[in-house]
Every structure is written in structure tokens, then in C-alpha cells.
């Protein structure tokens, strides 16, 4: 079992910086994708990036060029920093794991409780 813990959500204006972290236990991370998904109130969670333990990325065409996931093998850890938010972009931040990975939320198998990002315009 891998419990996966995300932190650092808030609020920022439009065109503004956060940055979340995903902290993992049970289980190291070196074997498995790490995806961040998110969900917004009425919408369908959807993929945001994902990212093996060898440093390749896959980034969702809206967040391409201002998102950027890396992953601190080291530390067990992996983190999502956005830049240039957008309003479109509040939502819940979900961190997961699985050992398939891909833009399906369906291919990972541990989810994090969420943190929630809310942009001002």
C-alpha cells in the first residue's frame, strides 16, 4: 500500500506561482508513475502531468509550458510547480501512483486526499 499526502494549495491571483508537493509512505516511489490530476466543482477529473522515475514528463496540452511535475526519488516525493495560473486551473490537486501510468485516471492505483488551488482573476 502507498499513502500519498499532498500539500500546498492555496490562493493566487491570475498569473501568479504555486507550487504543490506529494509526500508518499509505505513504499518507495522509484517503481511506480506519478501522476497530478485535478477536479474542479461540475467537472470530470482530468489529467494534468505525469512523470516516471527517469525524468520523462507528460503534460496535458492546457498546462503545457507553464506546469512542470519533477520528482525527488530521494526524498519520496514528487511536485507540481505552476506557473501563469489561469482561473480555469482552480481545483482540487490530486497526487497519484500506479504502475501503468498514462492520462487515464483509471490506470493509477493510490490517490491522495487533494489540496485545494483557487485562482483569482
Known amino acids: 500500500q502507498v499513502q500519498l499526502v499532498e500539500s500546498g494549495g492555496g490562493l493566487v491571483q491570475a498569473g501568479g506561482s504555486l507550487g504543490l508537493s506529494c509526500a508518499a509512505s509505505g513504499r518507495t516511489l522509484s517503481g511506480y508513475y506519478m501522476g497530478w490530476f485535478r477536479q474542479a466543482p461540475g467537472k470530470e477529473r482530468e489529467f494534468v502531468a505525469s512523470r516516471w522515475s527517469d525524468g520523462n514528463a507528460v503534460y496535458a496540452d492546457s498546462v503545457k509550458g507553464r506546469f512542470t511535475i519533477s520528482r525527488d526519488n530521494a526524498k519520496n516525493t514528487v511536485h507540481l510547480q505552476m506557473d501563469n495560473l489561469k482561473p480555469g486551473d482552480m481545483a482540487v490537486y490530486y497526487c497519484?501512483?500506479?504502475?501503468?501510468?498514462?492520462?487515464?485516471?483509471?490506470?493509477?492505483?493510490?490517490w491522495g486526499q487533494g489540496t485545494q488551488v483557487t485562482v483569482s482573476s
Open positions: 497519484a501512483a500506479g504502475v501503468l501510468g498514462g492520462t487515464d485516471s483509471r490506470s493509477y492505483h493510490y
